[in-house]
């Protein structure tokens, strides 16, 4: 399948930045970026403000302590590299310098969910990579491959100006040459839920990030906590395969109306996406259920299908309370847990969940 556009410009040859740029004082500018409109509000009521170091930030990108939004300075050596070949050559440079590498992987049509990884990562290595491929192969047959959004221009623009360092955008062809045959799995965690509906999904996720993992060299490499099966998979994979990266996960950023952003949101008519609001609504009613003493799975996901069923457009996938790293259903929150729902609204997927934690027992 095609991506948007083709490889119109030969990548420039691609040599590691030998300048020792000010990156202390990069860094510490990179945890509060800009932001566009989006509450911290709704994320810190979910409980799930927790960045991977050990600072709280809000959702919104902000630094708490400043309260500040402090611009972020445009990497001065950004490079957008399209060949396999190019980054590959550029990964062992790096490293051959001792560079901790930084790997944010994404499809692309970038939101402030997205960028919060970035600035993160702007926070933690001293050269972030970020990928933009939209992988056909996690695409069911009739799933929107084709219709997913794409604005490579755009993706440039937002992740040269979040101070990464390289855009890693390769075509379809690149990455899956004819006679591609090689595929990795993870069984256990990708069995139930999404993967139970998309059943190539994963397995075209943790191809795609084992490829991009062998092509950048990542030290680390950060995902969202919103797709959160597809990060326990990749730490399963990680684990299992002995790949040598720090997995960072990243809390769900969202809209002001508390909607966990996404790429997919473009498609919901208005009707729809005020339907949709229902999803976390229901998230933050079952935890303020369990915060009050309510630890029976049953009970906590009657409350967000009782309010999903109100919506017109709304088809239910799944609702469920698992083990946050195992997956595994559970029927009574012992002390983590997750509550992860499954939406179709119209012909558009939704995904979200929320943090479950028993603060004291009965
Ligand atoms: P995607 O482009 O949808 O494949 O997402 C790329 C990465 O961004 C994945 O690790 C996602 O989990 C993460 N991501 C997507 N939406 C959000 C969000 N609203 N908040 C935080 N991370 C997100």
Known sequence: MATTRKGKKKSKKTTVNSKKTSRKTRNV???????????????KAAGNTKVAGKTKKSTTGVSKKSGKKKPVKPSSHFKLIRKVADMKKLARELRSRRRKIALVPTMGFLHEGHLSLIREARRRASVVVVSVFVNPKQFGVNE??????????????????EGADYMFAPDVAEMYPENFQTFVEVTGVTR?????????????????????FQIVQPDMAFFGEKDFQQLVTIRQMVRDLNQDINV??????????????????????????HQATAIYRGLRKAKRLC????????????????????????????????????????????????????????????????????????
């Open 192 to 212: 139930d839920f999404c993967g139970a509906s998309r059943p190539s999904h994963f397995r075209g996720v943790t191809t795609v990030v084992t490829k991009l």
């Open 291 to 362: 915060d009050s003493g309510e630890y029976d799975a049953a009970e906590l996901s009657a409350v967000v299908l009782d309010l999903l069923r109100e919506q017109r457009d709304m088809e239910i996938e799944y609702v469920a309370v698992s083990d946050p790293n195992t997956l595994e259903r559970i029927h009574e929150v012992e002390k983590q847990a997750v509550l992860m729902v499954a939406v179709r609204v119209g012909d558009t997927r939704l995904i979200d969940n929320i943090r479950l934690t028993v603060r004291r027992r009965r």
């Open 248 to 273: 960072i996960g990243m809390p769900t950023i969202r809209e002001e109306d508390g909607l966990a952003m996404s790429s997919r949101n473009t498609y919901l008519s208005t009707s729809q996406r």
């Open 144 to 161: 929107d491959l084709d219709r997913y959004p794409r604005d490579l221009a755009g993706d440039r623009r937002k992740i040269r100006s």
């Open 29 to 43: 500018k990179k945890s509060s970026g800009k932001t566009k409109k989006v509450t911290g509000k709704t994320g």
